[in-house]
Each structure stands twice: as C-alpha cells, then as structure tokens.
C-alpha cells in the first residue's frame, strides 16, 4: 500500500511528500484546514512548518532552547516550556488540535496531560512507541535486558521515557478516562500505517508506534 | 547628528574608588541642548498625560541609525531602561562610553542598521534631553524639579507615538526593549496595536511587583534623605543630592546582579590590600565596585528624575488597566511576540515573563518564548550572552522576512 494512498495530503508533490516523516503526514492529514493547533513537545519544529505549509495556525511548545531557536528562525511561534507543569495555564477549548507526538512516555503524569490535552483542544492526536512491539517483547524475553532500538535507543539508567505503555495500555486508559478514538493507526518500523482492518493484538504485536486521534467523550 | 567625538572618555576602571561627583557640566548642558537629534512638540501639540495634566510645550531627543526605506517598513524603535538614554550605539557624550546596546545594535549585529531604521528617544521624565523634571519650565524660567507632573510609562509611550508620528512612520517593523524598555514596547502593543509588527520583550513583566517596589522607594528614600535634595528644588541652589542618589544607585545595582554574578566577580577578594583596616573603608572589592557604580551614576543622571521614572514603573500594571485580565490587553493582536527571560534575573524572573506569555497565548496572539540560562542576573540583557542574541537574531530574520525586508546582502 502506497503512502500517499492511506493519507489525505492533497496538494503536496511526491517529492514533497518525502521530505516529511510519514507519522507528520499522518498527523497532517488528521487536522482541518484553517484550525489552530498546538504541538507538544515540537522539537525542531518540522511537523509545525509542515501543518503552516497547510494553512493551519500552529503553536508549539518545546522544553529545549535550542529546538525554540530552530522554530523562531523558521518563524514559527514556540514557546519554551514543559508539558507536565506548563498545560494546566492553557485556557479550556483554546485550540481545535493539540497535538502531542513521541512525548507522552517521557511525561511525570501522562494521564493528567492527556486529560489537558483534550480540556485545551477539542481534538487531540496522540503518538508513542508502542512497548507492545514485537521486537521489544522478544529482547525483553530472549535476551532479559530493557528492549533498546533505533527509535528508543536510550539506556534504562539515561532514558528520559519514564511511562512506556503499550496501544493496548493507552486504549485502556482512554476508556478509563472517557476519551473518544475518533482514528487509531498503528505504524511499523519505517512509519509506514498497518493495514487498517486488522485487529488490535495484532497492531500490538507488530505497530511499533501508534497514532491516535481523540475527541471528548460523553463521560466527560 | 551633532559629532560626539570629540569628547574625551573617563576612566573606565570599575576597582577605583571614587568619592562621589558633582553632576558634571557636560550633563547639565545635555538636560537642555542635547547633542542629538531633538523633535519638539508646541502648545497646538500638548502630551497627554495619565495624571490628567496636559504637557505643552516638550521636547523628545533622540538618535536614529541607518535609513528608512522607501515604503518605511524597517523602522525599529528601541526602548531603554530605567537608566538608559538615546545614547543605544553611539559613544556617550557625558560618559565618553560606548552606547549601551552595542551587543545588540550595530554592523553584523541582530539589529543591523544596515537593514534596519533603529530609533531610539529619550524618555518623558529623563534627563538627556526629553523634556523632565531637571528641564527648564518655560512658564517660570525655573527647572522644573516637583512641578513636573507624575508620568506613566503609557505616557514615555504616547510620547514616543508622537515622535513616530512627527518622523512620518505608520508602523514600527518592532519594537524593542529590556526591563522599563520591554514595559514600554509591551505597552506599546497595547495601546498601538496595529502600529507594531513584532515586539521584542526581554527581561520584563507587564506589572511591578511588590519586591520591585519596595526596591524603588529604598531608593527615592535614599535620594530625599539627603539634605541637598531639599524637596526636590537643588537646582536653584545648584547643587545636586548626589549622595542619597548614589546610595539609590548602590542598591538597585545590586538587585540588577545576582548572588552568583556577585560572587564570581568579587568574592571576599579585598580591594588594593591584603590586610583589613578594621574601619568603614572600602576593604572589599565588592564595595569599592559599587561606590565606584554610585558615584559615576550621579555624574549622568538627575536625582529628581530618577524618582519619576521608578515611579512611572511602580504604577505599571497592565491587566489592571483591563480589568485585572491580562489577556483581555491583548485580544485580538497581530503583532509576533518574543519573550526572553534569564534563570538568576531575581528582579524581573521569569515567573513573570510566562505570566506574560500565558496571557498572550490566552489571547491568540503569536509568542515565542525562551529562558536563557546565565547566572548575571537581570543585567544579563544588556551583556554579551550569545544564546540570547541567537534567539533574537532568529527572531528578527524570520519577522523582516514575514514583512518582506531586505537583508543586509540584499536578498
């Protein structure tokens, strides 16, 4: 299955499309036009630059200087800052997104900065390696050590990822929580989604990272 | 632009002791007839003032570097600080120093006259040439001294309103500014909204705290507790409280470092001795740097004057002005924010910048913020610290770009 099959990304050239990670497309073609988001944890902005590109008005947050500096030069607006303490000053339904990508395992209290997430956004896109992952599991198993890879590639001494979970984990919390899964997609290891109609056990085992898109649910 | 060459500079040495100085010749002289670019403003063009009191008539001195541009797009207005003057650039003519932004301002330096139109006014109630309280009152002959009315920094920014005006600019490209200067260029904002493309806010907040002024009124305390003060009306005795303004200066400095700056400079290293004299001399290096910071202060600045702009800073309030919501100042706001904080800046922390910046995301307004992490304290702003003039530079480049400026090599 193609990239561009899977996302609805109308107006960008094969090229372009290349240029991107494919979970920033993912998550580009998540959003509506003209909404205003917020990005989590925006590193050096590139999923930022991407969304603008898009005529959407992005934000971000980034707790290093140096990611701030790389956003400002490129325009962007980004305010330096931490996701764990720094939600909570956000006022309700200030965004359309927020979106928080490759960050939720490093947070203190994950489930309050998922429920910030959705109180700041009316949606959310949410996304994070998947400890379910087959090749982690089989390390874990066979060699006894924490599972270390490309994409997680810290120590267990120096990683700043406190809180793995698995998709399975995170779905659980978003029931717990009374979250709406608006689109779940899992991606395997080259960022590339899963076939749609597979079930979830099996997204565990072999998405090495999931992408969620969730709204408020009735509970709330 | 008058030469300013030609005078000479005074010793720079910060480990003298100097007992404290007379307000020098040059200093009086630059109250009145400022060796700078002066506009003034005429009885049909009266300064309105918080207090109620209309200025007529009042003058702004100020300097300018580099070209305004054919569609007058690249003016950049530079707000100064509590003691700062026009002087951003240039070598000071009472001081002989060098101007007091020449980190920032200058050749190859983010803000480049090159590419930019830099402004920079003397504040109302200065006393480099603005009109003040040490400026003579036409309708007496007299120095003003405590007749000048009380001013606000809305009125130091209606002022300079009037300036940008009388310089034919509609819109700053930016406005830029450190502590009183990054009041101002909120202020700015606030009251002139369309009139400002981006605001460069460093090292501020958008109301004084309590600590701030309990620090300023040590300080006017000091200035009214010497004897040649006397009530305020020294200059028609020709002197100047240089003693209670020195010790005002002493202090304020201090709350400029921070404990780490202090102590990495200074120690409990003595001054020109191994021994201590067991007297009130000044043993430490510690004290003789701040004597030395007082008593060159006084050379430069109007006592009178020095109580009217930290009282213009102590009634800043912003969100007090909109109904104690802070965010309710900025609804609706076009203008690009950068706000830059420094970790040991215990007078303006960052606590405050990020009051700011929350307000400002509250209101939808584009802000980019950072904390530089330096241990110099407050006066961090106005010194050589890469990582902030990296974000500013960044900062700058991408908001000409977005207002469509030229670079310096044309592109």
């Excluded at chain 1, 305010?79 to 928080?100: K, R």
């Excluded at chain 2, 409280?241 to 990495?264: E, F, K, N, W």
């Excluded at chain 2, 800043?316 to 904080?341: K, M």
């Amino acid at each position: 299955m193609s990239l561009q099959g899977v996302l609805p990304l109308n107006g960008l050239s094969g090229g372009e499309v290349l240029a991107y990670r494919p979970d920033h497309l993912l998550i580009a073609g998540m959003v509506d036009r003209g909404s205003k988001v917020l990005d989590i944890g925006c590193g050096d902005g590139d999923l930022l630059q991407l969304l603008e590109s898009r005529g959407i008005d992005g934000r971000g947050i980034e707790l290093s200087r140096e990611g701030v500096n790389h956003c400002v030069a490129k325009g962007l607006a980004v305010v330096q800052g931490d996701a764990d303490t720094d939600l909570v000053d956000y006022p309700d339904d200030a965004f359309d997104y927020v979106i928080l990508s490759q960050t939720l395992q490093a947070t203190r209290r994950p489930k309050d900065v998922l429920e910030n997430l959705l109180r700041i956004g009316r949606r959310a896109i949410v996304t994070f390696p998947n400890f379910g992952f087959w090749r982690l599991r089989l390390q874990l198993l066979v060699g006894g050590h924490m599972p270390r890879t490309d994409n997680l590639p810290f120590t267990w001494y120096d990683t700043p990822n406190i809180h793995f979970c698995t998709i399975k984990d995170f779905v659980q919390l978003c029931d717990e929580i009374g979250v709406k899964m608006e689109r779940a997609v899992a991606l395997d290891s080259d960022g590339r989604p899963l076939r749609v109609a597979m079930p979830w056990w099996f997204w565990n085992m072999f998405g090495e990272q999931g992408v969620f898109l969730l709204s408020r649910g009735e509970r709330r | 632009m008058r030469d300013m060459t030609g005078l000479t500079p005074k010793s720079t040495s910060v480990l003298r002791t100097v007992a404290p100085q007379e307000r020098s010749e040059e200093h009086s002289h630059e109250v009145d007839h400022p060796s700078s670019l002066v506009a003034q403003f005429g009885a049909d063009k009266p300064l309105k003032l918080d207090c109620g009191v209309d200025l007529a008539p009042f003058q702004i001195a100020y300097q300018t570097y580099g070209e305004l541009n054919a569609d007058k797009s690249n003016a950049v207005l530079i707000c100064h600080a509590l003691t700062g003057d026009q002087h951003v650039a240039n070598r000071h003519p009472v001081t002989g120093k060098p101007g007091w932004w020449e980190t920032l301002v200058g050749p190859g330096r983010p803000l480049d006259p090159a590419r930019y139109f830099i402004i920079c006014s003397n504040v109302i109630g200065g006393c480099m040439g603005s009109t003040g309280p040490a400026s003579l009152n036409p309708a007496t002959g007299k120095v003003w001294g405590l007749d000048f009315p009380i001013i606000t920094i809305p009125d130091m920014v209606r002022a300079q309103a009037m300036l940008i005006d009388h310089l034919g600019i509609d819109t700053l490209f930016a406005v830029v500014g450190g502590s009183m200067g990054g009041m101002q260029a909120l202020q700015w904002t606030v009251a002139y909204p369309q009139r400002v493309f981006a605001n460069l806010a460093i090292a501020c907040a958008t109301r004084h705290s309590a600590q701030n002024i309990a620090f300023h009124e040590l300080g006017r305390q000091a200035v009214m507790a010497d004897p040649e003060w006397d009530h305020g009306c020294y200059a028609d005795k020709g002197t100047h409280p240089h003693r209670g303004l020195a010790v005002a200066r002493m202090a304020a400095h201090i709350t400029y470092l921070s404990d780490a700056a202090l102590h990495r400079k200074f120690g409990r290293r003595m001054q020109d001795r191994e021994l201590p004299t067991f007297s009130f001399d000044a043993d430490f290096q510690v004290e003789s740097y701040l004597r030395y910071q007082g008593s060159s202060f006084v050379e430069r600045f109007d006592a009178n004057s020095y109580l009217y702009l930290t009282r213009a800073m102590d009634y800043f309030d912003i969100a007090g002005d909109h109904d104690g919501v802070l965010a309710a100042a900025f609804r609706g706001i076009q203008t690009r924010f950068c706000v830059v904080s420094f970790t040991s800046d215990w007078l303006f922390p960052t606590s405050e910048s990020r009051a700011l910046v929350h307000a400002l995301n509250a209101s939808s307004a584009r802000v980019s913020f950072a904390e530089i992490e330096t241990d110099r304290g407050h006066d961090a702003f106005l010194l050589d610290v890469p990582e902030f003039f990296e974000i500013a530079s960044a900062f700058l480049d991408s908001a000409g770009k977005a207002r469509g400026l030229k670079t310096v090599t044309g592109v």
